[in-house]
C-alpha cells in the first residue's frame, strides 16, 4: 500500500513548515524526525546556524515548496538525510556523500585522534617522512582529516570501488588535502610499499546481521561497505594474509570494527607477531572499537 505523500500546507512560517514535517516524519517511522526536518528545511532554505534561527519566523518561500516536499518525502522513503544533502561534517569538516560511500560516522574521528596520538610517537628517518595508508577510504574522510592535521605526512589511500574514489579524489580536492589515492583489494594496491602506520575502517558487519539493520543503512548504503563477510571479520583476515605484499610491516596499524570483535581482531594482531602492545580504544558508549598494534 502507498503512503501518503507530504505535502506542506500553504502559507505556513518556517517554524510551522518544520514542525509539519518532522510530524510527517515521525508518522511513518523516521528515526529522529526532527533533526532530519531541521537538517532538510535548512538545505532547501540554504540556511544554517544562528540565520536558521533567526528566519523561524518568516513565511516560508513559495519557490522552496515543492523542493522542500520532495525532500522530505525522500527522506520518508528512507533515502539517509546526508545523501540528500550530499553531504556530511567529519573532524570539523564538511565531506561530500554520494551512494557510492558509506556515511561517516562520529565514531570513526575516535580513530583517528588514536592514529595522531600514537602516529606522533613514531619518529621519521632523518631528511624522510612518515607514511601512513588508508584501506577503503570510502568518502576518504580519515585519509584527507589525517592528511591535513599531520603536516608532512604522506598519505595514500585505496578502495576497490572507483566510484568511492572519484568521491575521495573530490573530497581531497576540495579540503586541500594531498592525498594519492589508488584502487584495488585491501593491502594489495600497496605492494613493495613501506608504510609506517595503516590505518582502516573496512566493512565488518556479519553478512546474515546486515537484514536488521536499520532500513536506511540497509537498503541505501553501500552493501560492500557493509558485508564483512559470515562473522563480520574476513577483511581483517584478508589484510593479516597480505601484510606480506609489504616492504616492511607498518610500525602502527589501527583498525575500527564492530561491536564484540575487539578480542578478536586484537589475537589477530598478537598472533602476528609485529607490534609490541595492542591497544584497545573505546567508543563513545564505552565499547571497544577500535584496536591499534604499535611498535615501541
Do not use: C
Not at 581531497?172 to 593491502?187: H, I, K, P, T
Amino acid at each position: 500500500m502507498e503512503r501518503n505523500k507530504f505535502a506542506l500546507t500553504p502559507e505556513r512560517s518556517i517554524r510551522e513548515a518544520f514542525l509539519e514535517a518532522s510530524s510527517f516524519l515521525d508518522g511513518v517511522g523516521v528515526l529522529e524526525p526532527q533533526r532530519n526536518a531541521q537538517l532538510l528545511l535548512e538545505h532547501v532554505l540554504g540556511l544554517t546556524g544562528t540565520a536558521y534561527y533567526v528566519a523561524l519566523g518568516d513565511g516560508f518561500p513559495e519557490d522552496r515548496r515543492s523542493d522542500f516536499e520532495d525532500v522530505i518525502n525522500r527522506k520518508a522513503d528512507g533515502v539517509p538525510a546526508q545523501y540528500i544533502i550530499g553531504e556530511q561534517e567529519f573532524y570539523g569538516r564538511s565531506f561530500e556523500v554520494t551512494p557510492a560511500v558509506l556515511i561517516p560516522r562520529p565514531e570513526t574521528e575516535l580513530l583517528v585522534e588514536a592514529v595522531l596520538k600514537y602516529g606522533n610517537q613514531l619518529a621519521p628517518q632523518p631528511g624522510e617522512r612518515l607514511t601512513a595508508v588508508d584501506i577503503g577510504t570510502g568518502s576518504g574522510a580519515i585519509a584527507v582529516t589525517l592528511a591535513l592535521e599531520a603536516k608532512g605526512l604522506r598519505m595514500l589511500a585505496s578502495d576497490i570501488s572507483p566510484q568511492a574514489l572519484d568521491v575521495a579524489r573530490r573530497n581531497a580536492s576540495r579540503l586541500g588535502a594531498d592525498v594519492e589515492f589508488r584502487q584495488g583489494n585491501l593491502l594489495e594496491p600497496f605492494a613493495g610499499l613501506a608504510p609506517d602506520m595503516i590505518v582502516s575502517n573496512p566493512p565488518y558487519i556479519p553478512a546474515s546481521d546486515i537484514e536488521e539493520l536499520q532500513p536506511e543503512v540497509r537498503d541505501h548504503e553501500p552493501r560492500t561497505a557493509l558485508d564483512g563477510g559470515p562473522d563480520g571479520l574476513y577483511p581483517y583476515r584478508v589484510m593479516m594474509d597480505q601484510l606480506p605484499l609489504l616492504a616492511t610491516p607498518p610500525r602502527l596499524i589501527a583498525f575500527e570494527l564492530g561491536m564484540g570483535q575487539a578480542q578478536d581482531v586484537a589475537d589477530m594482531l598478537r598472533a602476528a607477531g609485529h607490534w609490541d602492545e595492542i591497544v584497545t580504544i573505546p567508543d563513545l558508549a564505552g565499547i571497544g572499537r577500535h584496536v591499534l598494534g604499535i611498535v615501541r
